[in-house]
């Protein structure tokens, strides 16, 4: 059994920030464990909300009022915020989107479009998220470049031999994920950036997994793009992260037309651009989530990202040495490098009827192809349960959790 006592982060303190813990689900107390699908929102997010409508509500940017400038103000003080918590050089080299998908779609749409073409090779993982395979699959039929894919070992690790194989000078763009949203498996995105770069390609990463477990620094990792989402670090649905390097941004046409990202429109001559980040920002932006997603953040470190880490960390080796003993029952994805994902199969039951039945029990799982279908056809599955863990999950949860499996495996095989 995993020992917690040497650990510094205090779930207690942590739990009383989240007043949806105290639901009771089926007449139980609720144990959430879909965090890597959307994790919980501490009270002092939530707050954000009844703020920002009772005291500030008003375009931002555009306005001289009182309201429009606290209203810019907090809007554009979230982008420091995210500026400091990824390490980015410039504040305008944070791209304010709806999430990890419109940001990867973001770069598809405005640097793909502008750069790729026949011959041009894009290399994408088999551990990708749907939202970092499709865009690229649209482009690849529109623009008529090759798309490549980087295998998997047993273990669900990328092969990082196959990988160097696959680059060429022909590899314009690398997009890979920082870590497995199905797996848990951690990636090693600084070896592959640096590899990317010595064949001149540049390296977009899915962050969405990464960033509420684990400090990001995308200076130090080289990477040129990195996409993030709230909801997943304890913040809002509906907003979301594009880094890039300015140089790159500031080269990219823009993506999506309207107010905002403009400095001049007339109906004589072109319209010319606003300077980055507002370039890439057409429209009202969610300027509540926006805020929010910046005191999410500031949360995330004043708990501190290396408590949560290791935190998580022993709620997995916990939570896997518990379901160890259950008869059937497979592991996939069991890299050494792993973040708190916890996905499995089990002999004669399906993850549907498992996730189900666990639910009446009070426990909250996902069930599916967690948008990995490519993935898990490798490993010859369609569906797999899915646990995965945050900073306000307990061992004794783990326990509930793996106690209210065994019940449902006695249900469904009598």
Not at 129 to 157: C, M, T, Y
Not at 335 to 354: E, M, N, T
Not at 405 to 411: A, D, I, P, Q, T
Request: glycine share 8%; aromatic share 8%.
């Amino acid at each position: 059994m995993a020992d917690f006592s040497d650990l510094l982060l205090d779930v207690a303190r942590v739990r009383k920030d989240f007043p949806i813990l105290e639901r009771e689900v089926h007449g139980k107390p609720l144990v959430y464990l879909d965090n890597a699908a959307t994790s919980q929102t501490p009270v002092q997010v939530i707050e954000v909300f009844d703020d920002y409508y009772r005291r500030l509500n008003a375009n931002i940017h555009r306005g001289l009022h009182t309201l429009a400038d606290e209203a810019t103000a907090a809007f554009e003080g979230t982008r420091e915020i995210v500026r400091e918590f990824i390490n980015a050089a410039d504040s305008r080299e944070v791209i304010f989107t709806r999430g990890t998908t419109e940001a990867i779609n973001l770069v598809a749409g405005s640097w793909g479009r502008a750069n790729l073409g026949p011959g041009d090779e894009v290399l994408i993982s088999r551990l990708e998220h749907h939202s970092n395979i499709v865009p690229w699959q649209l482009l690849a039929a529109e623009r008529e470049f090759i798309l490549k894919v980087i295998p998997v070992d047993e273990r669900g690790v990328l092969d990082q031999s196959a990988y160097a194989d696959l680059l060429s000078p022909r590899t314009r763009l690398v997009a890979v994920n920082h870590v497995s949203n199905a797996f848990g498996t951690i990636n090693p995105v600084a070896d592959m950036a640096r590899l990317a770069h010595e064949q001149g390609a540049l390296i977009l990463v899915d962050g969405a997994q990464a960033i509420p477990h684990m400090a990001v620094d995308v200076q130090a990792l080289g990477v040129d793009f990195y996409a993030f989402s709230a909801h997943k670090a304890y913040g809002p649905t509906g907003a979301g992260v594009l880094y890039g390097r300015a140089e790159l941004l500031e080269a990219m046409p823009p993506w999506q037309g309207g107010g905002e990202m403009i400095r001049t429109v007339s109906l004589d001559v072109p319209s010319t651009f606003a300077d980055i980040p507002h370039k890439f920002e057409a429209g009202t932006p969610a300027i509540a989530e926006v805020i929010a997603m910046g005191r999410a953040l500031n949360w995330i470190s004043d708990i501190g990202l290396e408590h949560i880490g290791a935190w998580e960390s022993r709620l997995l080796e916990h939570a896997t040495e518990g379901v160890a003993g259950i008869e059937g029952l497979r592991v996939l994805g069991t890299s050494p490098d792993k973040a708190g994902v916890l996905s499995f199969v089990i002999d004669g039951a399906h993850s549907q009827d498992i996730g189900l039945l666990i639910d009446q029990l009070g426990v909250a799982i996902r069930t599916g192809h967690h948008c990995a279908q490519p993935l898990l056809a490798s490993f010859g599955v369609e569906s797999t349960c899915r646990a995965s863990f945050a900073a306000y999950n307990t061992p004794e949860e783990i326990d509930v959790f793996v106690e209210s499996l065994e019940k449902v495996l006695g249900m469904l095989r009598g």
